[in-house]
């Protein structure tokens, strides 16, 4: 295992203006779940390798704009790797942002999640205009719970990169939600309904099925499956997701690995500057770059 900290990464070219010859599409992915929107984007010239962006809970597929990155985190990464050469599609879960022709947020489920990343991942291997052959995965936080089965289950990703991942969901919802809104939601059944008050001052309704997934669903296990390069990175000032979710997923994992820390909180302090989600950017371009084929 390789451990990497900001003091050690250089930010290089990767900081410079996004592409200047590339292009954006909202696409509209068919799966047997359902429909879901996507963004992808792609640099110029011949067909390039992909990136899978797999957002957090109660995201959407751009992920948090704040006065430093306003155009939003995911919608930052996508600029970023574009201008390195790689195409990316980064979705809406269905039952979030614009995916919500056949489901409410209140229906998701972690197993509903991971049907769509996959289906995302097979729209991007059969795609003409990217590499298939070369595809890579960034999950933030759920997206991150997200990606640890859809690279266990799937084996498709030639790397992936989990950004301050779940790796314990009773451990972090339960902080999110709260005692009574978790006892409550562990014992509901069916359709019934929990809405519960959110840390940054949002409330939330989720059904039984999504409670259902925070006691069932084992990151760990998840990602023991999967034998490929892993990236993991985590703040060490991150309250939501804690920073021993890395040395557990770390743990769990047989393969190729890089640990990247730093400073910074579960938003990568994109709340204060754009200084280390750019490092961050600039390590996950410099791990997918050394598993390309």
Partial sequence: MRTLTISTIALCALAAPALAQGMEEVVTIESPAGPFIGTLELPGGDPAPAVLLLHGFTGSRDELPTDAVPEGIFARTAERLAAAGYASLRIDFRGSGESTSDLTYADTTFDGQVADALAALSYLAGSPEVAGDDLFVIGWSQGGLVATATAGRSDLPDAVALWAAVADPMQTYGDLLGAEAMAAG??????????????????????????????????????????????????????????????????????????????????????????????????TIEFFDANAD
Avoid: C
Wanted: glycine share 8%.
């Fill in 186 to 283: 562990l014992a509901a059944e069916d359709d019934a309904a929990i809405t519960a008050a959110l840390p940054w001052g949002a409330d939330v309704t989720l059904k039984a099925g999504f409670f259902d997934g925070i006691e069932s669903f084992d990151p760990r296990a998840e990602i023991a499956s999967y034998s490929g390069p892993l990236l993991v990175a985590q703040g060490s000032l991150d309250t939501t997701v804690l920073p021993a979710s890395a040395d557990m997923l770390i743990g769990a994992h047989e393969g190729p690995e890089t640990l990247w820390t730093a400073e910074m909180d579960h938003s990568f302090n994109a709340f204060v500057d754009d200084k280390t989600l750019e490092e961050m950017i600039a390590a």
